[in-house]
């Protein structure tokens, strides 16, 4: 999703690993920033031309964790049905 300029992608992980997905992305030079929706929800955003970094560091995270990844439209795509 492309909101504002940044891309973001939402994620949910066990509550117990919100403060290490949000330690993980942090450190990783400032390629996104986290926001706690509520438990383990998370919106993660992103500018675009750090989205493929991004989008690495999320599915290694998914391994680590369990984190379930919300399939994402890029703009230009055809929505899905």
Do not use: C, W, Y
């Not at 996104?32 to 675009?48: C, K, Q, S, W």
């Amino acid at each position: 999703m492309l909101i504002g300029g940044l891309v973001t992608r939402r994620v949910r992980v066990p509550a117990r690993e919100v403060v290490f997905v949000k330690g993980v992305i942090e450190a990783s030079e400032g390629v996104a920033v986290v926001f706690a929706d509520r438990g383990g929800d998370l919106t993660i955003a992103t500018l675009p031309n750090q989205k493929d970094e991004l989008d690495r560091i999320l599915h290694d995270l998914a391994i680590e964790t369990g984190a379930l990844l919300e399939q994402v439209e890029e703009v230009g795509e055809t929505p899905r049905g």
